[in-house]
């Protein structure tokens, strides 16, 4: 039987009306039908995780609740493959079930003011105290922090040793008194994410992910899942950002000159390379052959948005003027075709700062794909308590 | 779906080129009163099967396809190789109607043939050469391939006609591009045979070929420059480190590969479009032209600039990439005539 057949009988027995939606994802999960490739009894079958997609079609042809993916895409893209990959049977136990299912949204406590692109360098502390840690510090660029339940937070619990070699991996309970949430307004008014203010907060010890000392490793891979999940999907020609600006050109001939037409067909002509290379790639991991292209894309994502929502704005003239609002809202999730040229300008200058900034996804090109000689540093082997900050 | 990959016979092909022109390009031959290799040529026309990889084995071809041909560009650009394969294996072979006697010829590799038009043509030219019956009259300036042709492909108003070298007057030029030198021709009342009364759709379609396989050309050029960047600045010392350890050094290569994996994607496109007489080859040609134009010339010059002195003399080869990355982005038509081609094609009127 194939997996889209175990969905079907799921189905079958499963009304996707009737159920109270809650349940009726509770059910798939018990099924294994809540993320094939984990193990049995914890939403999987132990399958390939190709055969995902056509289970996710079945359920979608059929109307079946979902579990609003956007909404808990930190959850399931970052803490469950940590979780999976580095917790013990009981936290998989207690958290991957209302982690699938969107009862308990997860957030992700990793930058701090002090350590954004040099992440390994962060200073909130964890300090043993009986069978608890606690934790001191700040944490910044937290989306959804104000509706999360759990957190996965990397803390230094060894000052003394080199920073990558000191740090601890934690789920931390974001109900816990001395947690506090604040909204972190952007250069578009709104705020998507958060800081987050931690003060003598108490994290039992079974809350800890991977031995203590190994909160880079762990980290490694939540940042390693984080990478898989910028990929892209197929898209039409002027199926992205290209699309907002080739429509306005086409339907406002009042808009047009020599000049910006050429700064058109420039970014026409690198929007459909980028189409393409997105393409090939997908192509590439098709026939079994990823290659290193993927580190190109978000690089390239960046650029294009940045440089086409502002020819947008020159493209209005007097029009880019006037602005929609600057009310501070905390959307979920970004809503960058709805809004004005303005918006679309402003938000896209976070592509290429979240994430990993293009300055260092060049590092991370030039040194692992083209094997370049790393940046001479001055931070190895030296405590990190003793580091210049 | 396009195709955007290479096949494993692809892959064979590729290495077989490779190996080929590893061992046989002499670049210290372009100063010399022969700069194009024919010997070269023979072994990768004759041995290889380069010659007429679209054309069919019956017709005396390889049986295989612009995809194919575009892959030995590659491999081509990589070693700047000096030898007639644009204008005869390209633009010939795809001006040519399928039942022209001359294409097995040059199918073959037993003769060669070039498209008398300047290399610069992107598209509709205007005719420079006049029919009388089958006598031509009038000149034609930088033409590829012209020194060693034995055929020029001829278009005029009274249609495409075929005319026997012997009975042309070539010119050489001094020319930017010594690797691909070109030529100036005179026809007066040379003897030629009409190959087809209607030249622009022959022309059309050469030009088109041309374009979109310059591309991956272009895609072997920069493949080259930056991989013989990165090696160098692995190995260049200043300040007691390789220079390759300084991001103002390494983000200019990050982006060089960045561009090269589009212009891989941007290019197979291409080859893809025209293997398969695809109705997007218009845009998928311009497209090529418009990013790896561009795109080889950059790598050229950061090449140049990334070597710092050495990158400056004629002893290291960079400069013969860098002068046939800078012909060859006016060959067939500039990147801004392209974009001015993409804009009636896709609809974004200036």
């Known amino acids: 039987m194939s997996t889209a057949d175990l969905a079907r009988e799921f189905l079958a027995g499963h009304d996707v009306g009737g159920t109270d939606p809650l349940e009726f994802l509770r059910a798939r999960f018990d099924a294994g039908l809540a993320w094939v490739q984990y193990p049995v009894g914890l939403g999987g079958l132990g399958l390939p995780r190709a055969e995902q997609p056509e289970v996710d079609q079945v359920f979608a042809d059929a109307g079946a609740p979902d579990n609003n993916p956007r909404r808990i895409g930190i959850g399931l893209g970052m803490a469950a ?14 958290w991957l079930r209302p982690l699938w299912t969107g009862e308990e949204v997860w957030c992700q406590l990793f930058s701090e003011p002090g350590a954004g692109s040099d ?12 069978d608890d840690w606690v934790v001191d510090g700040q944490k910044v660029w937290t989306s959804m922090a104000h509706e999360a339940r759990w957190a996965i937070l990397i803390a230094r619990t060894d000052p003394a040793l080199p ?5 601890t991996y934690f789920v931390l309970d974001m109900t816990a008194p001395g947690v506090e949430v604040r909204p972190l307004r952007q250069i578009t008014g709104e705020a998507e994410f958060n800081e987050v203010f931690i003060t003598g907060v108490r994290i039992p010890d079974t809350d800890r992910l991977g031995a203590v000392g190994e909160g880079w490793a762990v980290a490694q891979t939540t940042l390693m899942n ?14 992205g950002t290209i699309g907002i600006v080739t429509d306005l050109w086409r339907a406002r001939p009042e808009v047009r000159s020599p000049g910006l037409h050429d700064a058109l067909l420039r970014l026409w002509v690198d929007a459909e390379a980028a189409r393409l290379t997105g393409m090939r790639l997908r192509q590439q991991l098709a026939a079994g052959q990823p290659g290193p292209e993927g580190s190109a894309s978000k690089l390239l994502f960046a650029r294009l948005n940045q440089e086409i929502s502002s020819l947008e704005l020159d493209l209005l003239g007097e029009e880019g003027l006037r602005h929609d609002e600057w009310t501070l809202r905390r959307p979920t999730q ?3 075709a ?5 918006y679309r300008y402003l938000r896209a200058k976070g592509n290429s700062i979240e994430g990993g900034t293009s300055e260092i996804l060049r590092n991370i090109v030039a040194e692992r794909v083209l094997g370049l000689p790393q940046e001479q540093r001055a931070d190895k082997d030296v405590a990190w308590k003793d580091l210049p900050k | 779906m396009s195709d955007l990959l290479y096949s494993e016979v692809e892959e064979e092909l590729r290495a077989s080129v490779r190996s080929l ?7 210290s031959r372009l100063e010399s009163p022969e700069p194009v290799d024919l010997k070269l040529w023979r072994t990768l026309a004759a041995d290889l099967g380069c010659a007429g990889l679209p054309v069919p084995e019956s017709a005396g071809g390889a049986g295989a396809s612009w995809r194919e041909t575009a ?11 000096p030898v007639p394969f644009l204008g005869s294996a390209v633009l010939s072979v795809a001006a040519l109607p399928s039942d022209d006697p001359l294409l097995r010829d040059l199918a073959t590799g037993a003769r060669t043939a070039t498209l008398a038009v300047p290399l610069s043509t992107s598209d509709s030219p205007s005719w420079t050469v006049i029919a009388a019956g089958t006598a031509l009259s009038g000149s034609v300036t930088t033409v590829a391939d012209a020194l060693t042709a034995d055929v020029f492909l001829v278009p005029t108003a009274a249609g495409l006609f075929a005319a026997e070298a012997a009975h042309v007057s070539r010119t050489p030029v001094v020319s930017l591009d010594l690797t691909r030198p070109v030529a100036d021709l005179a026809f007066d009342g040379t003897p030629a045979r009409l190959v087809a009364p209607d030249a622009a759709p022959l022309v059309g379609r050469a030009l088109l070929a041309g374009a979109a396989l310059l591309a991956s050309e272009q895609l072997g050029i920069a493949e080259w420059c930056l991989a013989t960047t990165v090696e160098y600045a692995k190995t260049r010392r200043q300040f007691a480190r390789q220079i390759g350890s300084y991001q103002a050094i390494k983000h200019r290569l990050a982006d060089l590969w960045v561009a090269a994996t589009q212009a891989r994607a941007v290019a197979r496109y291409a080859a893809d479009c025209l293997a398969n007489d695809d109705s997007d080859l218009p845009v998928a040609a311009s497209l090529a032209q418009a990013f790896c134009s561009p795109l080889a010339v950059k790598a050229a010059e950061e090449c140049v600039q990334l070597h710092g002195g050495i990158g400056f003399t004629w002893e290291h080869p960079a400069h013969w990439y860098l002068k046939r990355a800078r012909a060859n982005a006016i060959a067939l038509g500039s990147a801004a005539r392209h974009r001015a081609l993409l804009a009636d094609l896709v609809d974004l009127p200036a």
């Open chain 1, 81 to 94: 493959p940590t979780i999976l990959r580095h917790g013990t049977d009981e936290q998989r136990r207690r």
């Open chain 1, 119 to 130: 992440l390994a360098g962060l200073g909130t502390r964890a300090v043993r105290d009986g």
């Open chain 1, 163 to 167: 920073k990558h070699q000191g740090l």
């Open chain 1, 226 to 239: 984080e990478r898989v999940s910028i990929g892209g999907q197929a898209v039409p020609r002027e199926g």
């Open chain 1, 334 to 336: 970004v809503d960058f």
């Open chain 1, 338 to 342: 709805g809004r004005a040229a303005g």
């Open chain 2, 21 to 27: 022109l590893s061992d046989r390009v002499d670049l």
């Open chain 2, 71 to 81: 892959v030995v560009m590659e491999e081509l650009g990589r070693f700047v190789a």
